[in-house]
Nanobody, 120 residues
Framework: QVQLVESGGGLVQPGGSLRLSCAAS????????MGWYRQAPGKQRELVAR???????NYAISVKGRFTISRDNAKNTVNLQMNSLKPEDTAVYYC??????????????WGQGTQVTVSS
């Protein structure tokens, strides 16, 4: 069984910063990539940022230059530093991991989500 535990969401004013963290635990054989997705009310879940085990990253166009994803492979953690936040960044942010559990095929796993609200 795999658990992805997120932390760091909250309420912030426009222009402010937040840092999200996610830790993966369980009987993990290998993690190929980790990332963050978000879902705003009435909208589909979308990719925010993703980082592979080799360090390759990709970002949604809307967050490039403002958000930075980083990863600690030894600790199975991924972080998302969010700067210059805008009201349109308001959403539930979900941690995602593309990984293999011992004795099971490669699959996607999700955290429970953390609310980020950008408002004055």
């Amino acid at each position: 069984q795999v658990q992805l535990v997120e932390s760091g969401g909250g309420l912030v004013q426009p222009g402010g910063s937040l840092r999200l963290s996610c830790a993966a635990s369980g009987n993990i054989f290998s993690i190929y990539a980790m990332g963050w997705y978000r879902q705003a009310p009435g909208k589909q879940r979308e990719l925010v940022a993703r980082i592979t085990s080799g360090g390759s990253t990709n970002y949604a166009i809307s967050v490039k230059g403002r958000f930075t994803i980083s990863r600690d492979n030894a600790k199975n953690t991924v972080n998302l530093q969010m700067n210059s936040l805008k009201p349109e960044d308001t959403a539930v942010y979900y941690c995602n991991a593309d990984l293999r559990v011992v004795g099971a095929p490669r699959a996607d796993y999700w955290g429970q989500g953390t609310q980020v609200t950008v408002s004055s």
